[in-house]
């Protein structure tokens, strides 16, 4: 099942690539799928075959050295955005500069942002976030109450609150949520919204991922 935007917001979408992590011993978005394939490329492949209508998928990269490591097939049609070389001037730190970046080359459309370090995110639970949109911005909320703003669709007005109020950490993302009466809903299935933070995390994600292949 794929989505097309024609009835919803004008929708651009960036799949977030960390920088390096020394609990994973590499970047996060160079780390192996079920299938051996770099996660960054799995996800990319989702989100186009998810929603082949948007016209503007980007893979934001933390600076411009990750460039050459992370090569895009052309038939994906998406393009990569360099948080250091967009970020030039931006006061934010954190992940509001990562969403600065994708704000400040495209300031009209609705933003979904999408984390690389979340491998059981899958196209149901983008399709469910788009169903259930609202502005000026929707995003996940976990089975312990807990807002996930790195996860969510966010309207030109809400990201413009991020660069007036020189926002920076993740909870400063939930408090602009707060702020900004978001909508706030529970994924399709609680594990959707794990956070692999180690390469145990990762490789136990990824174990699930391929038992699941193998029964379907």
């Not at 996800?43 to 934001?60: E, G, I, K, N, S």
């Amino acid at each position: 099942m794929t989505v097309s935007v024609d009835s919803s917001p004008r929708l651009s979408i960036a799949l977030l690539a960390a920088g390096d992590s020394a609990r994973m011993g590499t970047s996060k978005h160079l780390l192996p799928d079920a299938d051996g394939t770099p996660v960054y490329l799995s996800r990319l492949t989702m989100l186009r075959q998810a929603f082949p209508d948007v016209q503007d998928l980007c893979l934001l990269l933390r600076d411009s050295s990750q460039c050459s490591s992370t090569p895009i097939p052309p038939e994906l049609n998406a393009r990569t955005i360099c948080v250091d070389a967009s970020a030039r001037g931006m006061r934010p730190r954190g992940p509001a500069l990562t969403f600065l970046a994708a704000f400040s080359s495209n300031t009209t459309c609705h933003w979904l942002f999408i984390p690389c370090d979340y491998p059981l995110l899958t196209a149901p639970e983008l399709r469910h976030l788009l169903q259930q949109h609202r502005d000026p911005v929707t995003c996940f909320e976990n089975a312990q109450g807990h807002t996930e703003p790195l996860v969510g669709i966010w309207n030109p007005m809400a990201l413009s609150h991020i660069a007036t109020h020189f926002l920076s950490s993740r909870q400063h993302l939930v408090e602009l949520v707060d702020r900004l009466e978001g909508n706030r809903i529970p994924p399709l299935y609680d594990h959707s919204l794990f956070n692999a933070n180690t390469r145990e995390d990762w490789d136990d994600a990824i174990q699930l991922l391929a038992q699941s292949a193998d029964k379907s």
